[in-house]
């Protein structure tokens, strides 16, 4: 199991430009949500995917928009760059089953605008 | 608004010792989880209490969850320099898992 896999690993963009990053979720696992790592801070969470539909958002522009595809993985797209989108963007998958509420990360995209 | 506050935000500890990390979170959630990261990685689970008294142990990690004080510790004994990282706790508003709201994070060093 390749669990939580994500791409590209490290990215510079500059101001303005648009950016979409890829998730692949952990086998078996059906919802995806996106977080938000600011530097010295706790992750902060953006929205999440299941059913190829966003079911919750955080307090998170609309610059910032996502899909899931059948398979399950998922993009986040973010548009017109600003210099405080510099994170690492983790991408966590988990299976919408109440049961067994566990997330697991993958090891995030660090996004530098410049 | 779910809100999580973790102290301190920062320790620093000698081999041997033990000490405490405490999360606070503000409204009702059930579940709560411990994850800790490296520097430059990723979040690694370490802990999921799903029930008020849950008590979990990993080697010298012991995580704890009092849901009426709404209050998880995660307790550190003997710490060795290994466990040297951040350590963040995360609040679960919808049962799932989905939606985590995190702490602040403590970060932990441990000196020789």
């Known amino acids: 199991d390749a669990g939580v896999t994500q791409s590209p690993t490290h990215l510079i963009k500059t101001r303005g430009q648009q950016v979409t990053l890829r998730c692949s979720p952990k086998s078996g696992h059906d919802t995806v949500s996106w977080y938000q790592q600011a530097l010295g801070q706790g992750p902060q969470f953006i929205f999440q995917y299941y059913e190829e539909e966003e079911r919750q958002r955080g307090n998170f522009p609309d610059r910032f928009s996502g899909h899931q595809f059948p398979n399950y993985s998922s993009e986040l797209n973010v548009n017109a760059l600003l210099l405080g989108d510099s994170a690492l963007y983790l991408c966590?998958?988990?299976?919408?089953?109440?049961?067994?509420?566990?997330?697991?990360f993958g090891q995030g995209t660090r996004l530098t605008v410049v | 608004e779910l809100k999580v506050e973790q102290n301190p935000l920062f320790l620093s500890m000698q081999e041997g010792k033990n000490y405490t990390i405490y999360c606070n979170y503000s409204?009702?959630?059930?579940?709560l989880y411990w994850y800790r990261q490296d520097p430059g990685k990723s979040l690694e689970s370490l802990f999921v209490l799903l029930s008020n008294g849950a008590v979990k142990q990993e080697g010298r990690l012991m995580a704890s969850l009092d849901t009426k004080a709404r209050l998880s510790t995660l307790h550190i004994t003997a710490a060795v320099h290994d466990l040297s990282a951040t350590y963040f706790c995360a609040a679960d508003s919808t049962g799932t898992a989905s939606k985590l709201t995190f702490g602040t994070g403590t970060r932990l060093q441990v000196t020789l």
């Open positions: 409204t009702t959630s059930d579940r």
């Open positions: 966590a998958s988990s299976l919408l089953d109440r049961g067994y509420p566990e997330a697991f």
